[in-house]
């Protein structure tokens, strides 16, 4: 069965720094998106993504992120300058049919 | 706006005792509910599902029913296994025209064998 993969599964970065991670959604799916875990609290949206741009996208999803899908296959997620508070899961996922969502198995980010 | 509010955990059993999990939302519209499930080291899935009042969703031997007079969808399992041990998520969207999902806090599941 086809499913979502993400990479790298562990990212250490210091404060400042750029981070991309990166995303693999199902080859038939036209939505894609970009959630967040904090520890201990709930999976937050971040940003959807379709037809090679941004449909929708939280508060959260400030100057210091952006995604594109450069090739057709991957699909990133770039955080220009990192902050302590940026440390969280980051899950990517897809979709075709409506409402129905395939979730990446996620990146842990840890700014020190 | 949107909101989703489940119990708080970590919910405790041994196996083949009765779950249920509660959640309850508010929104605008009539949204499609979800269950999610998110097992250690890995993204979530998608449990089940119910789209309209009424509806049961299952998977699993897990269900939920879309109650829309108490606003509730609480999973629930007649006999858990250890293997059911996990974080499960509810969610709810396309309330006021957006698809993008609202989740719970999440609920911790630990079953004892």
């Known amino acids: 069965e086809p499913e979502v993969t993400q990479t790298p599964s562990h990212q250490v970065t210091q404060m400042g720094q750029e981070v991309i991670l990166r995303c693999v959604p199902i080859?038939?799916?036209?939505?894609f998106y970009w959630y967040r875990q904090i520890l201990g609290q709930k999976v937050e949206f971040l940003v959807s993504f379709y037809n090679n741009e941004i449909s929708e996208k939280s508060e959260i999803f400030d100057d210091q992120f952006s995604v594109e899908r450069p090739d057709g296959s991957n699909f990133t997620l770039k955080i220009r300058s990192t902050k302590l508070e940026d440390s969280a899961m980051y899950f990517c996922?897809?979709?075709?049919?409506?409402?129905?969502?395939?979730f990446g198995p996620g990146t842990r980010l840890t700014v020190t | 706006g949107d909101s989703v509010t489940q119990m708080e955990g970590p919910v405790t059993l041994s196996e083949e005792a009765f779950l249920t999990i509660n959640c309850t939302y508010t929104a605008t519209g009539y949204p499609s509910l979800f269950w999610y499930v998110q097992y250690p080291g890995e993204g979530l899935q998608l449990l089940l599902k119910?789209?309209?009042?009424?509806d049961k969703g299952s998977n699993k031997g897990f269900e939920a029913t879309y109650r829309k007079e108490t606003t509730s969808f609480h999973l629930e399992k007649g006999s858990v296994q250890v293997s059911d041990s996990a974080v499960y998520f509810c969610?709810?969207?396309?309330?006021?025209?957006?698809?993008?999902?609202?989740f719970g806090r999440g609920t911790s599941l630990i079953v004892h064998p």
């Open positions: 080859s038939n799916h036209l939505y």
């Open positions: 119910a789209t309209k009042a009424d």
């Open positions: 996922a897809g979709q075709q049919v409506v409402n129905e969502q395939y």
């Open positions: 969610a709810l969207s396309g309330s006021g025209g957006s698809y993008i999902p609202t």
